[in-house]
C-alpha cells in the first residue's frame, strides 16, 4: 500500500489521534475493529465493489484535455470522479460506511456537509440501503446550495440548520457530533473527509483509495507505463486529495494540494486540535477557531484532514493556495475548452494549474475532477451576471 | 501493525498523583461531613458581573464552582452554554482575561476551570497549567480530551499540581471505568446521559447507573454533570451520586438576566433541597 496505514493511537506522525467526548471513545474504538475486520473480509470487499461498479458507475474514465492542454501549455488529464453517481467522489466513501454501519446494526446515519455533495451522497446510500438519515447543514451553505438542500429532501433525508458560529461546515460538524454524541447507540456518524478522530481519516481514505488505483492504471496506459508529473486536487478536508495521492504517493510524481486562500489550514494555519483530530488550523492567538471564507462551501473549513499535515510536515506534499477570482476564471476556462463544467471545488485545482502554467509548461498533470459544477450555476450565475 | 512512534506519547498515561489536590480535599472533606456536593458552572468572561457571580453562588452554598472559559466550538455543550461561550467571546473573552480576573475573586471554594483542549494545547501545556495554578485555579475539566490522550496535559498539570478532572460516560464499558477513576483526581465527572449539556425535563435514569457504576469502583467523588436541571433532580441522583454539577439550568438564568441575586437565589435552593434530603 502505497500511504501507511496510521499509528495504534490513530496518527500520521504527530498529526491525528482520537480527541473526542469520552461518550464517544467506545463508538471510536467499535468502529475501528469493525473497520478493520470489513476491509479484510472478501465478502464486503466484493459487495462494495459491486456497488461501485453496478450503482456508483465506476470506473470513471481518465480524460485528457486537448484544448486546454494547447492553451496553457500543460498538457492536462482529468480523473472524472465528476461522472460517478450524485455527482462527486464522495459516493466511494459514503457506500463504504453505509455498508460498515449496516454491519454493524446502526440503522441511522447522520452526516454534516458543506456544499451539500456528502450530504447528497449519505441521503442516496441512506435511500439505498433503507437507512433513516439526518443531515446537518450550515446556514450560510443551505442558501447558497438550495439545489441540493432540496436533492437531500427528495432523497429521503431530514437537513437541519447549523446556526451556530460561522454557520458554514465547522458548525455542521460540530452540530453532527452533538447528535452522535446524543443517538451514539444505534447511529453511524457517516463522515464525508479525511478528517475526525481515528479511524476516520484512515478509513475515509481507504474508500477513496480506489480513485488512485485506477488512475494509476489508467495513466500507466495512457503515458507507457508512465505517471504524471505532477497530482493535483483541491484540498478542505482532503478526502478527494488523498484519494488520488494514495495511488502515486510511492512514485516520482509531485503531489501538490490545493487550499482556498480564505480556508488555508496547511498554507497558514498552526497545529491545534479540534474535532476530533490534532491538525493543521487556522486560529487566533488564543486558539480560537477561525471562520474559513471561500466562494467554496465545499471547501469552506479552517482545518484538514491529519495525514495532509503529516504529508505536509513531511515534505511529500506541497500545498498552494489559489484565490476566489482565480477559481472563478478557471471554472469558465474548463467549461469553455472542454466541455466539462466543474463543480468550484477543484475548479481551484484547476486555477492552480492555469495560474503557474510557466512552471509546469510542458508538464504532465493529473487533476482529480472530484464533482460537477451543476450544483454551483446558480451561485455563478449571480458572479457573472 | 504499524509501530509505536514518539508520537504515540498519547499512549502513555501518567499515574495520577497519589494525593488529592486542593479540590479532592475539599469535596472529600464536605462528603465527610454528610453533605451532598454542589459544583455550579458559570461561563467566564459573560458579561461584566460574572466574577460577581461566582462570589455569589459560593456564598449560596457551593462546594466548588467550574468556570467555563469559552471556546469557539464548543462540542459537548448543548444551546444555552453555546450560546454564553459566544457571548463572551464576542465581549473579547480570552482565557488570559478569564483568569485574571479570576485572580481577584477569592470565592473561599476551590475553583476548577472547564474548557476545550485546543485552548490548553495552544498555550501550551506547562503554560496554560502554571497560568491556571497562578490564578488559584485548583483543577481543569477538558472534556474532548478523553484517558487516551489525556498523558501529555495530564503530565504538565500533575507537575503544577493542577488536578485533572476525567469525565466516565454512560457508553463506557465495565473494564475502562477503573481506569477512568484511577487517572481523575478533584472528582469523577459522571456524565449522566447521552448527549450534550443542556436542561431535561426529567433526570436519565442512565446518571443513576453511570454514578452506581462509579461508586463501585472508586473512592474519588463521583458528581453527576450533563442535564441535572433542577433542585428535585440534584436531589434524586445524588441518593447515588456524592453530588452534582450544574450547569446550563444555572446559564439559562445568567443569560435571562438573573445576575448574581438571581444566580445565588437559584444555587441556594438547590444547596437547600440537598441539605434537606
Redesign the interface.
Known amino acids: 500500500m502505497a500511504l501507511?496505514?496510521?499509528?495504534?493511537?490513530g496518527?500520521f506522525?504527530?498529526?491525528g489521534?482520537?480527541?473526542?467526548?469520552?461518550?464517544?471513545?467506545?463508538?471510536c474504538l467499535e468502529l475501528e475493529e469493525a473497520f478493520r475486520e470489513a476491509w479484510a473480509d472478501p465478502a464486503f470487499r466484493a459487495e462494495l465493489d459491486d456497488l461501485l461498479r453496478d450503482y456508483a458507475g465506476r470506473p470513471s474514465p481518465l480524460t485528457e484535455c486537448h484544448r486546454l492542454s494547447d492553451e496553457i501549455g500543460v498538457r492536462v488529464l482529468l480523473k472524472r470522479e465528476d461522472l460517478n453517481h450524485t455527482g462527486s467522489h464522495k459516493i466511494n466513501n459514503v457506500l463504504g460506511q453505509a455498508l460498515l454501519a449496516r454491519r454493524m446494526g446502526k440503522t441511522r446515519l447522520v452526516a454534516e456537509t458543506g456544499a451539500g455533495q456528502h450530504g447528497v451522497a449519505t441521503a442516496t446510500a441512506a435511500a439505498l440501503l433503507g437507512m433513516e438519515c439526518m443531515v446537518y447543514m450550515g446556514e450560510v451553505d443551505m442558501a447558497r446550495q438550495a439545489l441540493n438542500v432540496f436533492r437531500m429532501r427528495l432523497l429521503g433525508a431530514e437537513v437541519v440548520p447549523a446556526v451556530?458560529?460561522s454557520r458554514t461546515l465547522?458548525d455542521a460538524v460540530?452540530e453532527a457530533?452533538?447528535d452522535w454524541?446524543?443517538?451514539?447507540?444505534g447511529t453511524h456518524y457517516c463522515l464525508g473527509s479525511v478528517m475526525g478522530p481515528h479511524p476516520y481519516p484512515w478509513m475515509v481514505r481507504e474508500f477513496h483509495t480506489v480513485i488512485g488505483s485506477e488512475a494509476r492504471a489508467q495513466c500507466a496506459d495512457l503515458l507507457d507505463g508512465g505517471v504524471p508529473d505532477v497530482v493535483t486536487e483541491c484540498v478542505g478536508g482532503g478526502s478527494n486529495a488523498i484519494g488520488i495521492f494514495s495511488g502515486f504517493a510511492d512514485t516520482t510524481a509531485e503531489l501538490v494540494g490545493v487550499e482556498p486562500a480564505g480556508g488555508a489550514a496547511v498554507g497558514r494555519g498552526?497545529?491545534?486540535?479540534?474535532?476530533?483530530m490534532?491538525s493543521y488550523?487556522m486560529?487566533d492567538e488564543?486558539?480560537?477557531?477561525q471562520e474559513a471564507e471561500s466562494i467554496s462551501a465545499g471547501l469552506d473549513y479552517p482545518g484538514v484532514g491529519p495525514e495532509h499535515s503529516h504529508l505536509a510536515a513531511i515534505g511529500r506534499a506541497r500545498y498552494e493556495q489559489v484565490t476566489d477570482a482565480e477559481v472563478i476564471d478557471a471554472f469558465q476556462l474548463l467549461s469553455r475548452t472542454e466541455g466539462i463544467i466543474p463543480a468550484l471545488e477543484p475548479a481551484h485545482a484547476l486555477a492552480w494549474v492555469s495560474r503557474d502554467r510557466a512552471a509546469l509548461a510542458g508538464r504532465t498533470v493529473l487533476v482529480n475532477l472530484s464533482g460537477r459544477g451543476d450544483k454551483d450555476v446558480a451561485q455563478m450565475m449571480e458572479i457573472l451576471g | 501493525m504499524t509501530p509505536l512512534t514518539a508520537a504515540d506519547e498519547g499512549l502513555t498515561v501518567p499515574a495520577a498523583p497519589p494525593e488529592p489536590g486542593a479540590l479532592e480535599q475539599s469535596l472529600r472533606a464536605g462528603r465527610e461531613a454528610g453533605r451532598k456536593l454542589l459544583v455550579p458552572y458559570v461561563t467566564g468572561g459573560l458579561g461584566d458581573d460574572w466574577a460577581e457571580i461566582v462570589r455569589a453562588i459560593a456564598d449560596a452554598g457551593a462546594d466548588a464552582i467550574e468556570v467555563g472559559i469559552p471556546f469557539s466550538d464548543p462540542v459537548m455543550d448543548g444551546p444555552v452554554i453555546q450560546e454564553a461561550s459566544e457571548r463572551a467571546l464576542a465581549a473579547g473573552a480570552t482565557p488570559a482575561s478569564v483568569l485574571d480576573e479570576l485572580r481577584g475573586v477569592d470565592a473561599g471554594v476551590p475553583l476548577a476551570v472547564m474548557t476545550y483542549y485546543n485552548l490548553a494545547f495552544h498555550m501550551g501545556h506547562e503554560r496554560f497549567a502554571s497560568s491556571l495554578a497562578e490564578a488559584g485555579v485548583a483543577a481543569a475539566i477538558l472534556p474532548d480530551l478523553p484517558l487516551e490522550e489525556v498523558g501529555p496535559w495530564a503530565g504538565a498539570a500533575d507537575a503544577a499540581g493542577v488536578e485533572t478532572v476525567l469525565l466516565a460516560a454512560p457508553t463506557a464499558p465495565d473494564d475502562r471505568l477503573p481506569r477512568i477513576v484511577a487517572r481523575s483526581r478533584g472528582f469523577v465527572y459522571a456524565v449522566g446521559l447521552l448527549g450534550v449539556t443542556g436542561e431535561r425535563d426529567a433526570l436519565a435514569a442512565s446518571s443513576l447507573v453511570i454514578a452506581r457504576r462509579l461508586k463501585a469502583v472508586t473512592d474519588v467523588p463521583v458528581l453527576v454533570g450533563v442535564g441535572v436541571s433542577s433542585a428535585e433532580q440534584a436531589v434524586e441522583v445524588s441518593q447515588v451520586a456524592d453530588g452534582v454539577v450544574i450547569g446550563s439550568a444555572l446559564m439559562r438564568r445568567v443569560l435571562e438576566g438573573a445576575g448574581p441575586a438571581g444566580a445565588a437565589a437559584f444555587v441556594g435552593e438547590v444547596r437547600a433541597a440537598l441539605d434537606a434530603a
Do not use: D
Not at chain 1, 4 to 9: A, D, I, K, N, R
Not at chain 1, 17 to 27: C, D, I, N
Not at chain 1, 270 to 276: A, E, K, L, N, R
Not at chain 1, 286 to 289: E, K, M, P, T
Open positions: 501507511p496505514e496510521p499509528s495504534p493511537s496518527r506522525g504527530e498529526f489521534g482520537r480527541y473526542v467526548p469520552e461518550t464517544l471513545v467506545p463508538a451556530s458560529g465547522k460540530n457530533m452533538r454524541v446524543a443517538t451514539v447507540e498552526v497545529p491545534g486540535v479540534v474535532h476530533g490534532k488550523l486560529q488564543f486558539g480560537q477557531v
